[in-house]
């Protein structure tokens, strides 16, 4: 019997073999080079010890652009999931329209970047299409993107790019949900409310997981729109780390980056881990 | 089973780590010697200048190989309408064929000749326009054309394009780059980029064949007429005007280099032609599947920046005559053979990189491969043009390669910023290069040791700028700054002008930037590195008020005349160098009352004492007499990981020597200052200064006049502020603030927020 298991164990082993020799190769083995670069100096040639750490946590920049990314995904992933959640539920309950409405919820992630780059241009620009329905209205327009307006902007278009992908995600769980324990509580006397906080919602925390954490990676690749749309300097509330990554790599500050880089995933697996710890724990209640 | 489970997955580990440590390994060595595989032979060029004294301002019009493989060349000079001249030994010797000079009617200048293979000649002539001055570059009137045949006799041939005949704006139709085929017909582009064939009895026009694209060049094979243009090669039969099947091979072949003609000319074998352009000469055969390189133009002056191909003709011994002239008018004829003893490729090999092109590195670098046929210096530039690379992307390209171990061995310096590669260790100190001219006193040494640290030069410009104010002594007596500039300039608008400007630009504000930015811009930030806010609004207040002077004596309709002057001037911020030289003859004439702008060149020179030689009530100094600044055009520095440290150096040392820093292509004045007295020779600016007429012509400044500037340059300590990321984000408020769209106040925080940002990140 032990040998059986044992045997199961090594077949494991390699059936997982090829996605872990790509992610060696592509992601472990670079990024344990670079947790040796942020102990070097710039050239790799000499030891720093914990030198480029203590600069880049006294570095502004650094601790601007970790504000702004923390304020962002504090600020975008619990607007994301509860209105994701309260349409997904909205559709799941067959509205009019809703096949209408899924798909349209869908269509900003067919749409590609540079579309999306230069729309957000036309409207937000001095003389974009904003401005001129407020002249019409009497009301003075802005260069949007270079007040703190930017900042609202930049979660609007996250939320829109990414509201159908989190509805679709909502709607795989709530499907996965027997009818005969909504309409058991129903019998029972629970109302609409009640049914989504003691049935819905508890059935739906290992899905809130999943989402909770790509709504947390895909939140990193907004920096492409605010990348192409105000360049490696944009207003200061929506400069995030990854600008700053980007223009530490132009002046090649590779020692910064390094320990930027590694204080990032440090950062980014314990709030993970901190997730499938609430998840498990949840999960074995 | 569970060992040899245990064992093969270890075994795959294992092998996993091994590929990846060595796909990860640093290139050690770089390869640097090429024609290390023991190849041999390849094409060598040498001068080969016409031995013959073709005269006082000479220009060549024909050169052709005979049948008989003896060559002539059709010339003229200021004192003789047409000279011939023959070689039976290859280009050796050449002796003068008699012909009578009244083959071109008095008062009238030959436009352009061809040569048949028989020796027949056809010309077209023309009067210049100014009758006085028969070396004027332009004609007027219409073009008369004749035969002359191999004995001499002459026969006027009437060919009549449209437009001809007569003209209402002084426009001639006319035909140029002409040539004979073997049936004797005449063919020539006429202006609209048509080619003409003409029956050399009548004259009149057998057959057009017309395109809509440029034609660089066209050659004649026996019966086949073949047209390089803007997006191919096509041929044509000439007996029947029909067009043949089209050239696939060899327009891919061009296209997808993105390569031009610059010349073709038929081979001796049946169907073949060769081309030359920046990139080499080539050999193709009509109908074949492969387009031969025979000779590799990035190692000779093919590439050079500052001339054109004129005439290309093989020779009977199979090597080539390229006839170049250069931005001068001067003419150079160089020979490439091939030599079974060379190295295919030279021994050493060096990579020089730079962001952007450089007209006077590419010049430089052929000079050097002329002088060291055993080094190839590859020129890689960072953002062509040719896609949408931008600067960053270019910069983390650039990063890579070095990372990889695999960056340039010499760096352009230029948009890139130097105490950041000094920090990181990346340059290679140049003090035992310099250190050899600065022994003999031959360097401006105070600009070379412009980036000197800790007594080490790990950069230094090779070319650099100066910014000047060109206007009456009077005027320039009361400028030292920016307050006492716009004091000047707004009490000349509350004057009010009798006509022109006060400064030379109408509305394009980034002009006014291009001005002023060099000398202010560095004023703004502190010691340390941080911006002086108070400074920042001063710069912008000042320059809003001069702008707001400046456009206070337009009307909108002459803003709109004016306008796309302005924007030829300055499209983008490549063009930011705005030379004094543009406006400098403004001044006397009243047009303008201040000229603003850099002397990039010894010719911007000679237009600024022009106008001083002509009314001494005007001339030139610094733009703040009190700041000793200058614009380091051109910065060079030594990678401290180049893989062949010797050839670099002698590259280096090559950059900073008389020969490279003679180079005058309006990139900057020599930092070399023998190559900067050398310039005392004078030069003959007729062909620079095309149609301006005897008592307008600008001459070269004389010895005294260049000493008067070299003084001003020995005093140039300071180099000026020269931060792309700064000018760009200053770029982006600049017009809005003048044009009013935003307060001062408002740029200047934006500017602020942008670089301290910026700022912080160096840290």
Known sequence: MKKIKTMERYTDLLFILPSLVGVSIFVLIPFADVIRRSFLNVTGKSFVGIKNYTAVFSNRAFLLAGENTLKFVGICIPLLIILSLLIAVLLNQGILGGHFLKSAFLIPMAIPVATIVLFWRLLFHQQGILNGILQRLSIEGDNWMETDAAFVILVGSYLWKNLGYNIVLWLAGLSGIPDVLYQAAEMDGANRWKRFIYITLPILKPTLYTITTLAFLNSFKVFREAYLVAGAYPHESIYLLQHLFNNWFRDLALDKMSAAAVTMVIIILISILFLQKLWGAEHEN | ?763
């Open chain 2, 1 to 763: 089973m569970k060992r040899i489970l245990k064992r093969t997955i270890a075994l795959l580990l294992l092998s996993i780590l091994i590929v990846t440590l060595v796909g990860c390994k640093k290139e050690v060595e770089k390869t640097n010697n090429q024609g290390g595989n023991g190849a041999k032979g390849r094409y060598i060029e040498e001068d080969g200048s016409f031995p013959m004294d073709l005269g006082n301002g000479f220009n060549i019009y024909a050169f052709e190989r005979l049948e008989d493989d003896s060559l002539r060349i059709i010339s003229s000079n200021k004192d003789t309408p047409i000279e011939v001249y023959a070689s039976n030994d290859g280009g050796n010797t050449w002796e003068k064929v008699s012909i009578d000079a009244s083959v071109i009617p008095e008062g009238k200048r030959i436009d352009n000749a061809a040569i048949d293979k028989k020796g027949n000649m056809f010309i077209s002539y023309g009067a210049p326009l100014d009758p006085n001055d028969l070396s004027l570059a332009l004609l007027s009137g219409k073009i008369l054309y004749e035969k002359i045949d191999v004995d001499g006799n002459v026969t006027p041939l009437e060919i009549i394009l449209p437009g001809s005949e007569e003209s209402e704006d002084g426009w001639y139709n006319t035909l140029i780059a002409l040539k004979i085929a073997n049936n004797g017909d005449i063919f020539g582009i006429d202006d609209s980029g048509s080619v003409y064939q003409i029956d050399p009895t009548t004259g009149k026009n057998k057959n057009i064949y017309s395109s809509n694209q440029y034609i660089y060049d066209y050659v004649l094979l026996d019966n086949k007429l073949v047209v390089a243009m803007d997006d191919g090669v096509e041929q044509y039969d000439i007996t029947t005007g029909n067009q043949l099947e089209n050239l696939e091979i060899l327009s891919e072949y061009l296209l997808s280099d993105s390569s031009e003609v610059s010349l073709m000319t038929a081979g001796s074998k049946e169907n073949e032609l060769y081309f030359s352009n920046q990139k080499g000469l080539f050999r193709y055969i009509l109908g074949g599947t492969l387009v031969e390189q025979m000779v590799d133009g990035s190692l000779n002056s093919m590439s050079a920046a500052d001339a054109y191909m004129l005439q290309l003709v093989e020779k009977p011994d199979g090597s080539f005559f390229i006839l170049y002239q250069n931005f001068q008018g001067e003419f150079h004829l160089m020979t490439y053979s091939y030599d079974e003893n060379i190295s295919a490729v030279p021994d050493n090999e060096i990579t020089v990189y730079s962001l952007e092109d450089s007209s006077t590195v590419r010049q430089a670098i052929a000079l050097f491969h002329k002088a060291n046929p055993d080094v190839h210096v590859i020129f890689e530039v960072g953002i062509s043009g040719d896609d949408a690379i931008t600067m960053s992307d270019a910069l983390k390209k650039l990063n890579i390669e070095i990372m990889a171990g695999k960056g340039p061995d010499i760096f352009i310096l230029n948009d890139i910023r130097v105490d950041s590669y000094i920090d990181k260790g990346l340059l290679e100190d140049m003090s035992s290069i310099l250190g050899e001219y600065e022994e003999q006193g031959a360097l401006f040494e105070k600009i070379t040791s412009a980036y000197k640290v800790d007594g080490k030069i790990y950069a230094a410009p090779i070319r650099f700028m100066m910014p000047m104010i060109n206007a009456k002594q009077e005027v320039l007596n009361q400028i030292s700054n920016i307050e006492t500039l716009t004091d000047y300039i707004v009490k000349l608008k509350n004057q009010g002008l009798d006509k022109g400007l006060i400064l030379d630009f109408y509305k394009t504000s980034e002009i006014l930037l291009s001005k002023l930015y060099p000398v202010e811009l560095g004023n703004c930030f502190e010691v340390d590195g941080s911006v002086d806010g108070g400074k920042l609004t001063n710069f912008f207040n000042k320059s809003k008020e001069i702008y707001q002077a400046c456009m206070q004596f337009e009307t909108q309709d002459e803003l709109e005349k004016h306008i796309e002057a302005d924007l030829y001037r300055f499209k983008h911020l490549e063009s930011i160098n705005d030379r004094a030289a543009f406006n400098a003859y403004q001044l006397p004439i009243g047009e303008v009352q201040l000229n603003i702008g850099n002397i990039s060149s010894l010719y911007d020179i000679a237009h600024l004492a022009d106008v001083t030689r002509k009314d001494d009530s005007f001339s030139y100094q610094r733009l703040y007499k009190d700041k000793a600044l200058f614009i380091p055009s051109i910065t060079i520095g030594m990678s401290s990981s180049a893989g062949d440290k010797e050839t670099s150096k002698r590259f280096i040392n090559y950059l900073f020597g008389e020969e490279a820093q003679s180079i005058d292509l309006y990139e900057g004045l020599p930092v070399n200052r023998v190559a900067f007295e050398m310039g005392e020779e004078e030069k003959d600016l007729t062909h620079y200064q095309g149609i301006l007429s005897e008592a307008d012509r600008i001459i070269w400044p004389k010895a005294e006049e260049l000493h008067y500037f070299k003084q001003m340059v020995e005093q140039l300590d300071t180099p000026t502020f020269e931060n792309i990321l700064v000018i760009e984000a200053l770029l982006e408020v600049w017009d809005p603030c003048l044009t009013g769209n935003i307060t001062v106040d408002e740029a200047v925080e934006s500017l602020m927020k942008k670089i301290n940002i910026y700022l912080a990140e160096q840290q």
